[in-house]
């Protein structure tokens, strides 16, 4: 079938994110067909948390189910599952799920992972890795689980990303896409291939880890009960999906070197397309991440990110009350830049590159009796565009971004247009937004087409897309951003660095 024609087959995407797992079908042209979402299960542990990994996928039945009922019979040629980075899940011989999974924002491995760091030494985790140590990376939360679980471990026949086992659920097969293979901490970045230098170091061996593939492979067809209990119709083709804010990317475009996307979720992450990764030593120093891409070409990224982003701007409408984002957009918009000598450091879990700092902590700073629930609004959306400028500046050192690059913005905070013209402001750069609020879901819809056939690669799958782009450019409050940025934003985090330590260790003994 034509990718214009809106009889043809449907392609679904599987996005297990974060706060929540969406399934949504789309026709070849990127339009909506049917969605269904559901929160996504965690218990949460202190500053971690676990998933059941059966229930993650109970939860994708659910939204399956719905998009087939919806679909009414329309067959789907294919489908892939975009998901969260870092978070493993054991398998045993018989194909089912070894206890709990660490959340990939869990930090209880870090004792583990200095471990590691000693075993094999900083410098040449990076040179074969291309990343610094993380203890949020896969190897550290499996050196946790056998520290923690030995019979899990020992039981274990296989070790799946979260959205190689929803894959493996619906298909029988397993593979890790680059991207997040790039997440692990245990591949060799510049060889292209699993490291048994660093899995050896977490005693491990490579057998245990599912093949490399590319996003976009064909790995099998949705099993026939999956079908049957959801009601999709057709032979759907499983393909091997990817970490979500690159899944995500794909299908803004980000599909040749030098592309800048802003991946505006709960969390945000910058990205760059580049060739190879990197040996720069600045990487670490930066707090830059990279990893590798494999669709048509191989390709490379470099990343840096905010834990928390849309869930900072969530975070305050619950203190003030959940006031509608309405009413405070339209408020706050009438507000001069600066929310009247207010700057808002957003470092709610801890403080993210370029200055790593695990005892960083947020705050407010310049408050007075002028100050409001709109004003501070305001502010907290300045300092997250802020902290972004600075993961920018970062990235444009190492990847040589030149300045009047644009950035390409997809997510659902591209739904505030307040945020939007602030960040166009404090970057300096023209944004092209992508009006596709489920970026990630449609990408891995595409990765799933690519398996089935219906596209030839990623090129043409993107070229195909029917959607909207809206250009923001920097507008009259750019300079006086630029001054708040370098005079007050800017030193802030070393200035309460101190004190913010020791408020961390005041929360610890508490």
Avoid at 140 to 156: F, V
Avoid at 318 to 332: D, F, K, M, Q, R
Avoid at 389 to 406: H, K, S
């Amino acid at each position: 079938m034509a990718a214009g024609d809106s009889n043809g087959p449907a392609i679904i995407g599987i996005d297990a994110g974060t706060q929540s797992i969406r399934a949504i079908a789309f026709d070849l042209t990127g339009r909506r067909l049917a969605s269904a979402a559901r929160a996504t299960p965690i218990e949460r542990i202190g500053r971690g948390g676990e998933h059941d990994p059966n229930e993650i996928f109970a939860v994708v039945m659910t939204v399956l189910g719905e998009v087939g009922r919806a679909l009414a019979g329309r067959p789907v040629a294919g489908m892939a599952v975009a998901s969260f980075g870092e978070c493993c899940v054991l398998v045993d011989e018989a194909g089912n799920a070894l206890g709990s999974s660490l959340a990939w924002f869990d930090r209880r491995t870090e004792p583990l992972a200095e471990k590691i760091a000693d075993a094999v030494g900083r410098e040449r985790i990076f040179a074969i890795t291309g990343a610094a140590l993380d203890p949020t990376l896969t190897l550290h939360k499996l050196a946790w689980l056998a520290a923690n679980r030995p019979e899990d471990m020992k039981r274990a026949k296989r070790v799946l990303m979260m959205a190689d086992w929803i894959a493996f659920r619906l298909s029988g097969e397993a593979a890790t896409d680059p991207s997040l293979a790039s997440r692990t901490q245990y591949i060799a970045i510049h060889e292209r291939k699993w490291s048994e230098e660093m899995l050896a170091a977490g005693g491990f061996g490579v057998e245990k880890i599912a093949p490399l593939a590319g996003s976009g492979t064909a790995i099998g067809t949705v099993r026939p009960e999956i079908l049957a209990a959801t009601g999709i119709a057709g032979k759907p083709v499983v393909g091997v999906g990817g970490h979500d804010h690159v899944v995500g990317a794909f299908a803004a475009g980000f599909t040749a070197p030098g592309t800048i996307l802003d991946s505006l979720g709960t969390a945000e992450a910058i990205l760059v397309a580049g060739t190879d990764p990197c040996r720069d030593r600045r990487v670490i120093d930066l707090g830059v991440a990279q990893g590798l891409i494999m669709t048509s070409r191989p390709m490379s990224y470099f990343i840096s990110g905010m834990e928390t982003s849309g869930g900072t701007v969530e975070w305050w409408r619950s203190v003030i009350g959940g006031v509608p984002t309405e009413t405070l957009i339209e408020a706050a918009r009438g507000l001069p830049a600066g929310s009247h000598g207010v700057v808002f450091l957003p470092h709610l879990t801890s403080s993210p590159p370029p200055k790593r700092d695990d005892d960083g902590r947020g705050a407010f700073v310049g408050l007075t009796t002028v100050a409001s629930r709109e004003s501070l609004y305001r502010a907290v959306l300045e300092g997250l565009a802020f902290q972004a400028r600075a993961m920018l500046d970062a990235l444009a050192g190492v990847a040589g971004i030149p300045a009047g690059q644009p950035v390409r913005v997809i997510g659902g905070s591209t739904r505030n247009p307040l945020f939007l013209q602030i960040k166009a402001d404090v970057f300096g750069r023209r944004l092209i937004v992508i009006d596709e609020a489920e970026a990630t879901a449609l990408g891995a819809a595409l990765l799933g087409g690519i398996a089935a056939g219906v596209f030839a690669d990623l090129d043409a799958a993107v070229s195909g897309l029917h959607r909207e782009e809206r250009i923001i450019d920097p507008g009259a409050d750019r300079q006086s951003y630029e001054e708040l940025f370098t005079g007050a934003f800017a030193p802030l985090q070393e200035t309460l660095a101190p004190i913010s330590h020791r408020l961390a260790r005041f929360s610890r003994a508490g």
